[in-house]
């Protein structure tokens, strides 16, 4: 089912929690709602389920307006963050429930519900936890039971509010993959907040990065990582670091240093600020003239393929973080308190309208 | 090396601090001085009750709690009781309910009005009766007129009686209710149970417990309720004597061993009541802790 949300506004008090969001969703699209906390995505998860109202807009599924009806109506399977399962119930009960309460003309029998409660136990592989209560489980298999739960009624969108905020790192990566193969599977559209970039990048077909409210970029994981849109955008999907200056002739200049920006070749005495990953900065032993910038070692972190460097530029005391791979590290011989000289070797300037927002 | 230094303090009794912190003749002074206050205040006086019950002998004990004036006063306070308590279950789920599931203006002043019966004295809760459905009160012309009678009769007791145990089952509830939140309730929702599905196998099972144990205590207060029974039932013998008011006339009219046999019926009732507040309050913290361990 595909879910089209139209210019959605909604306050709490005073405080503006959406602001004119405007977003469609494809049949069969895994879509990450990605922001910090108070940037909007779990009201918006909400409004999309009928669980809280929109002051403005209105939300289609398929071509259908589902604004005015109600969460009971809406046939969605929503998972909580702390998975909000019924207490008082055993796993076998959890699931059940939302066949069971059905009314009578449309409910399955004993027998079908029965089946399909082990079919979907069997999926989630909790089969010999049917008779356990949730507070005899683990998180992990908390939050798979929550899973079961909403897909017992067949839902054709599926709402996910932080759904591996509350594991450790090793269940949450285990989880995040079956629940991709489980979205894949069941062809239904799912969408799920997280705050964890990684988790975004990793599982989703379909970015939505917010922030304070409104949308800042929609894009595949690719899109967003790559050519972020707005500074927010940038900072918030990875490290980074920040090079300020006056941007002349395609030139970022600050002090003596001389940073060659080819695509702003016509900008003429600007300020801007330049945007590079940790692994796009190059660091060599000789200075390279005002292309290169001076930076001393604070910090090496050497486990992995990857070395990452902490720098602290020279005259600006500036923070900077590179990666290299090891060989090149071995090959340069680095060592903490050292002087060096770093190169961007792609930079994303930023000018300061993009900073308003 | 460094793993021996955690290993050797889990070899030390865990329950060394607390001796430490706590000398044996401290804890023995404080239980000692707990266990005679209670002897004294507590104890003293319900063996007083029974041994003077039975001062003259079983007979009269007997014929004191079955004489009918008796009888009419233990089933007009059971009739209240039962009539009290489901009553004010209703109301505190409800406002328990509406306090904890939604958002409104002048919630608070409704968590405040709860606790009023609490705040004021039974006496003037009875005399507000009086002034409203009393012959002179706000309403006494018109029930007159129609042959109502509400002062000076049952159904001014069982308001009264109402008005002084409100707040028992709303305050056992609202503060687990809060502490459990809506989530569960959404849930359901989503999955496509109405208010009353809702209701009915998520919320009510959650809140069982509680509500028991609110529903005792309630049960325990209109049982005993004086004060604003006596201002509006009007002691007519036989009709509108609860127990409490029937125990008060035994004893005006110095018929000790009575009273006193009535007293200890009521007496057991409580202890009875304890009893049951017990075992929920056990098989409470165990379900809890099965649910949330």
């Keep these: 089912m595909s879910i089209v949300i139209n210019s959605v506004s909604k306050a709490f008090g005073t405080f503006q ?68 399962l019924f207490r008082h119930m055993t796993v076998f009960d959890n699931i059940a429930y939302g066949l069971k309460v059905r009314p009578r003309k449309v409910r399955p029998g004993k027998k ?46 599926l709402l996910l509010d932080e759904p591996f905020g509350a594991l450790d790192a090793k269940v949450r990566k285990e989880l995040r993959r079956w629940l991709r193969r489980l979205h894949d599977e069941f062809q239904i559209s799912s969408i799920f907040v997280t705050h964890d970039q990684e988790e975004a990048l990793d599982v989703a077909d379909k970015i939505v990065v917010m922030n304070q409210g409104k949308i800042e970029q929609i894009g595949t994981p690719e899109e967003v990582y790559e050519n972020p849109q707005t500074p927010f955008v940038y900072d918030f999907l990875g490290s980074v670091n920040l090079f ?77 973080e590179a990666e290299i791979p090891k060989e090149k590290y071995r090959k340069l011989g680095l060592n903490v308190g050292e002087e060096v000289f770093i190169k961007p070797k792609q930079l994303k300037i930023f000018t300061p309208e993009d900073f308003i927002i | 090396m460094g793993g021996n230094i955690p290993l050797g303090f889990t070899d030390t009794p865990l329950g060394s601090s607390r001796e430490a912190a706590d000398p044996k003749w401290v804890q023995w002074l404080l239980i000692s ?30 014929e004191a709690i079955t004489n009918p004036e008796a009888l009419s006063a233990i089933k007009l306070t059971i009739l209240v009781a039962m009539i009290a308590v489901p009553l004010n279950a209703l109301f505190g789920i409800m406002a328990a309910w509406a306090i904890t599931k939604f958002q409104f203006k002048g919630k608070n002043l409704l968590i405040t009005l709860i606790d009023l019966p609490f705040a004021v004295s039974p006496v003037i809760a009875g005399l507000i009766f009086v002034l409203l459905f009393g012959s002179q009160g706000l309403f006494g012309k018109w029930l007159f007129a129609n042959d109502i009678k509400i002062i000076f009769a049952v159904p001014g007791i069982v ?135």
Aim: include cysteine; hydrophobic fraction near 45%.
């Design chain 1, 112 to 157: 079908d519900i029965q089946n399909k409660v082990h079919e979907l136990l069997e999926l989630v592989k909790l089969k010999d936890l049917s008779n356990r209560y949730p507070a005899q489980l683990s998180g992990g298999q908390r939050q798979r039971v929550a899973l079961a739960r909403a897909l017992a009624v067949e839902p054709k969108v």
């Design chain 1, 244 to 320: 300020k200056g006056r941007l002349n002739n395609g030139k970022l200049t600050q002090g003596n240093v001389n940073l060659e920006i080819p695509d702003w070749a016509g900008s003429d005495n600007m300020e801007a600020v330049g945007y590079a990953r940790p692994h796009d900065i190059s660091i060599c032993r000789e200075s390279a003239g005002e292309g290169t910038v001076p930076a001393i070692i604070s910090h090496i972190h050497l486990v992995g393929p990857i070395v990452q460097i902490e720098l602290v530029r020279k005259g600006t005391n500036e923070y900077l």
């Design chain 1, 17 to 84: 929690a959406l602001e004119d969001i405007n977003l469609e969703i494809n049949t069969g699209e895994l879509v990450a709602l990605l922001g910090p906390s108070g940037s909007g995505k779990t009201s918006l998860l909400r409004i999309i389920a009928g669980l809280e109202s929109a002051d403005q807009g209105s939300i289609f599924f398929d071509s259908e307006n589902i604004t005015g009806i109600t969460a009971k109506e809406r046939k969605v399977g929503f998972v909580f963050q702390h998975y909000a």
């Design chain 2, 159 to 293: 308001l009264a009686t109402i008005f002084v145990t409100l707040p028992f089952i709303a305050r056992e509830l609202i503060p687990l209710m809060q502490a459990q939140g809506t989530s569960e309730e959404e849930a359901s929702i989503t999955l496509g149970a109405g208010g009353w599905k809702t209701f009915w196998y998520v919320t009510l099972p959650n809140i069982k417990w509680a509500l028991l144990y609110g529903m005792i205590l309630c049960n325990a207060r209109a049982i005993g309720e004086f004060g604003a029974v006596s201002v509006v039932s009007g002691h007519i013998r036989g009709l509108t004597n609860t127990m409490p008011l029937h125990i008060e006339i035994l004893y005006g009219e110095y018929q000790f061993a009575a009273a006193f046999a009535v007293a200890s019926l009521m007496s057991l009732m409580a202890i009875f009541t304890l009893i049951i507040k017990s075992i929920l309050e056990w098989h409470g913290k165990r379900q809890m802790s099965i649910e949330n361990h």
């Design chain 2, 33 to 62: 001085i707990a266990l005679t206050f209670l002897g004294l205040f507590l104890i003293l006086p319900l063996v007083t009750v029974f041994v003077q019950a039975f001062e003259k002998g079983i007979a009269v004990y007997l």
